[in-house]
C-alpha cells in the first residue's frame, strides 16, 4: 500500500502562487509515474501534470507555461509550483501515484483563486 499526504493548498488572489507537495511513503517500489489532478464543483476529475520516473512531464494544456510538476526521489515527494493562478484554476487538488498500474490517490487539497 502507497499512502499519500498532500500540503499546501489554500486561498490566493488571481495572479498570485502556491506550491502544493505529496509525499509517498508506505511500499514504496515500481513507481511509474506520479503527478496531480483536480476537480472543480460540478466537474470530472482532470489531469493538471504528470512526471514519469524517468523524469519526462505532461501538462494539460490550460496549465502550460504557469505550473511546473517536479519530485524529489529522495523524499518520495512530488511538487506542483503554481504560478499566475486564475479563478479557473479553483479546485481540489489530488495527487496521485501509478505503482504497477495501480493507482493510488491522496486525499485532496483545495485551492481556491479569487478574483
Known amino acids: 500500500q502507497v499512502q499519500l499526504v498532500e500540503s499546501g493548498g489554500g486561498l490566493v488572489q488571481a495572479g498570485g502562487s502556491l506550491r502544493l507537495s505529496c509525499e509517498a511513503s508506505g511500499s514504496i517500489f515500481s513507481i511509474s509515474a506520479m503527478g496531480w489532478y483536480r476537480q472543480a464543483p460540478g466537474k470530472q476529475r482532470e489531469m493538471v501534470a504528470v512526471?514519469?520516473?524517468?523524469?519526462?512531464?505532461t501538462y494539460a494544456d490550460s496549465v502550460k507555461g504557469r505550473f511546473t510538476i517536479s519530485k524529489d526521489n529522495a523524499k518520495n515527494t512530488v511538487y506542483l509550483q503554481m504560478n499566475s493562478l486564475k479563478p479557473e484554476d479553483t479546485a481540489v487538488y489530488y495527487c496521485?501515484?501509478?505503482?504497477?498500474?495501480?493507482?493510488?490517490w491522496g486525499q485532496g487539497t483545495q485551492v481556491t483563486v479569487s478574483s
Open positions: 512526471v514519469t520516473s524517468g523524469g519526462s512531464a
Open positions: 496521485n501515484v501509478l505503482q504497477l498500474l495501480r493507482p493510488y
